[in-house]
């Protein structure tokens, strides 16, 4: 569970930001953004205070702790973009000066084909950043939604990563598909469920590819030679959860704070909106 809060000024600037993880850690709760009022950030880093309230076990996904903070970062900051009337691209370059991350959403725009509009633009587009292991990574997808059948489609995703220097370029992009893969499947299908104070989910059925079929990708690699070599692994996965969520309320209007995005929480949330 993550709390924020955040406000934004006249000028579409971020200008204050607080942020609380539970039960998760802070992998991933890094701020790149800038903002505007000194000492508004939630951290000496800007990054995110991780709060352990109980003693209740938990244990990591992959990446540990990453995939929900970054959900819950990327999800914010469209919001802001939102309320501020501002694309969700323009937006966050308006409050970005971390240049490898801008270079990096820049890649993933323009690959893309990303035209400025505020969501929601019923278009279903969505864009998220994110760091991990060293590596920038941003994704951009489009989705469809079928309010009928609660159904999210994931029709493209472009992902552009910063890992500094490539030793293996064909090797960094299979990584950077098969996190795409595994991404989706996280996002609109896996749950654990509990009952009791019990986890009640005792195995784990591969869906990733089941929740990819259809989905077409494309990934590059941002050079960067002045950086040693970085991770590769995991980067790609973390900001999918943002990247969709964010593409739903632009296909939408309505805003998902859990994941996943399964037909029963999609069709609950569309109903009560």
Do not use: H
């Given at each position: 569970?993550?709390?924020?809060?955040?406000?934004?000024?006249g000028a579409g600037?971020?200008?204050?930001?607080?942020?609380?993880?539970?039960f998760a850690g802070?992998?991933?709760?890094?701020?790149?953004?800038?903002?505007?009022?000194?000492?508004?950030?939630?951290?000496?880093?800007?990054?995110?205070?991780?709060?352990?309230?109980?003693?209740?076990?938990?244990?990591?996904?992959?990446?540990?702790?990453?995939?929900?903070?970054?959900?819950?970062?990327?999800?914010?900051?469209?919001?802001?973009?939102?309320?501020?009337?501002?694309?969700?691209?323009?937006?966050?370059?308006?409050?970005?000066?971390?240049?490898?991350?801008?270079?990096?959403?820049?890649?993933?725009?323009?690959?893309?084909?990303?035209?400025?509009?505020?969501?929601?633009?019923?278009?279903?587009?969505?864009?998220?950043?994110?760091?991990?292991?060293?590596?920038?990574?941003?994704?951009?997808?489009?989705?469809?939604?079928?309010?009928?059948?609660?159904?999210?489609?994931?029709?493209?995703?472009?992902?552009?990563?910063?890992?500094?220097?490539?030793?293996?370029?064909?090797?960094?992009?299979?990584?950077?598909?098969?996190?795409?893969?595994?991404?989706?499947?996280?996002?609109?299908?896996?749950?654990?469920?509990?009952?009791?104070?019990?986890?009640?989910?005792?195995?784990?059925?591969?869906?990733?590819?089941?929740?990819?079929?259809?989905?077409?990708?494309?990934?590059?690699?941002?050079?960067?030679?002045?950086?040693?070599?970085?991770?590769?692994?995991?980067?790609?996965?973390?900001?999918?959860?943002?990247?969709?969520?964010?593409?739903?309320?632009?296909?939408?209007?309505?805003?998902?704070?859990?994941?996943?995005l399964d037909p029963?929480?999609?069709?609950?949330?569309?109903?009560?909106?």
């Amino acid at each position: 569970m993550v709390k924020v809060a955040s406000s934004t000024d006249g000028a579409g600037k971020i200008a204050s930001w607080d942020y609380d993880v539970y039960f998760a850690g802070d992998r991933g709760a890094e701020l790149f953004y800038d903002v505007r009022t000194p000492g508004c950030a939630s951290s000496e880093a800007g990054a995110g205070r991780e709060r352990k309230p109980t003693a209740s076990p938990s244990a990591p996904g992959v990446p540990p702790g990453a995939n929900m903070n970054v959900f819950a970062r990327e999800s914010q900051i469209d919001v802001m973009a939102a309320a501020a009337g501002l694309d969700p691209v323009e937006f966050r370059l308006r409050n970005m000066s971390d240049e490898r991350m801008r270079r990096a959403l820049q890649e993933a725009a323009k690959a893309f084909g990303w035209k400025p509009a505020a969501a929601p633009s019923r278009r279903g587009w969505g864009v998220a950043c994110g760091i991990d292991a060293g590596t920038y990574a941003v994704l951009a997808v489009q989705v469809a939604v079928d309010r009928a059948s609660g159904q999210v489609r994931v029709e493209r995703v472009v992902c552009a990563q910063d890992m500094g220097v490539v030793v293996n370029p064909e090797g960094a992009t299979m990584q950077m598909e098969g996190c795409i893969t595994m991404g989706l499947g996280y996002v609109l299908t896996e749950e654990l469920r509990f009952r009791g104070g019990s986890c009640s989910t005792r195995t784990s059925t591969p869906t990733s590819c089941r929740a990819c079929r259809g989905c077409r990708d494309r990934d590059a690699a941002v050079p960067n030679d002045a950086v040693p070599p970085q991770g590769g692994g995991e980067p790609a996965i973390v900001p999918m959860g943002a990247a969709i969520a964010n593409a739903f309320f632009d296909a939408t209007g309505v805003r998902i704070y859990r994941l996943p995005l399964d037909p029963e929480r999609v069709k609950a949330a569309l109903t009560k909106a």
